[in-house]
């Protein structure tokens, strides 16, 4: 049962514009959601995180959303650059009531943006 | 430099054969996992320790097995009772208690079973 999800295994962008990816989830006792970026042979690298208190959280040209009745979150990366090229993945976890830091992973989204 | 180092980066076994793959961080993070990386599948839990001498099992830990003898080390054992084991294998640790849950992860050991 994959409680994280991410539906679209790749994404192809332009220089300049923006790219969305976009992760679902199934369970509603996630309250902390992180996205990671990776690029091959190595380890994934924290981007940019949000609480279930919030919305939107934006770092730079890196902003996630939030929608809690969807279960629904995207990143939105603007404007996209030939470095942005990469894996990225959702994860999902529970920080409340004896949280283990647990994340749950989804199955990443490769990002290719075009020069 | 802190951080985390898992070795080796990368590692051949016979089938039949077990293999131990290291991590050592020198980030003073109580808790340290084991995730491994399949294509299509994500990162999928193996193994996790929140404090030193104790740990529960992930997701997919049969076959597998881990210590926790000192902070800063969390060795990951593949048996040979692990069915597929070719896999790229991914360290990490985080603060603990921690209500961020950011981990911060090795470089990864690519383990192929010929």
């Known amino acids: 049962d994959q409680q994280v999800k991410q539906n679209s295994p790749s994404l192809s962008v332009q220089e300049g514009r923006i790219s969305i990816l976009n992760c679902d989830y199934t369970n509603s006792m996630f309250d902390y959601f992180l996205w990671y970026k990776k690029y091959p042979a190595e380890g994934p690298t924290f981007l940019i995180s949000?609480?279930?208190?919030?919305d939107k959280n934006e770092d730079g040209r890196f902003t996630v959303f939030l929608n809690k009745s969807a279960k629904h979150l995207s990143l939105h990366i603007v404007p996209s650059q030939p470095g942005d090229s990469a894996v990225y993945f959702c994860a999902a976890t529970r920080t409340y009531g004896g949280a283990t830091n647990k994340l749950i992973f989804g199955t990443g989204t490769l990002l290719a943006v075009q020069p | 430099d802190g951080g985390i180092t898992q070795s080796p980066k990368y590692l051949f076994r016979k089938e039949g054969q077990n293999v131990t793959l290291s991590c050592e961080q020198n980030?003073?993070?109580?808790?340290m996992y084991w995730y491994r990386q399949d294509p299509g599948q994500g990162l999928r839990l193996i193994y996790y320790?929140?404090?030193?001498?104790?740990?529960q099992k992930g997701d997919i830990a049969e076959g597998y097995s881990v210590s926790r003898e000192k902070k800063e080390s969390f060795p990951l054992t593949v048996t040979s009772a692990q069915k597929n084991p070719t896999a790229f294998y991914l360290c990490?640790?985080?603060?603990?208690?921690?209500?961020?849950?950011?981990?911060?992860f090795g470089e990864g050991s690519r383990l192929t079973v010929l």
């Open positions: 990490a640790s985080s603060m603990s208690p921690s209500n961020t849950g950011e981990l911060f």
């Open positions: 980030l003073n993070h109580d808790a």
């Open positions: 320790s929140q404090i030193v001498n104790d740990f």
């Open positions: 949000i609480s279930s208190i919030k």
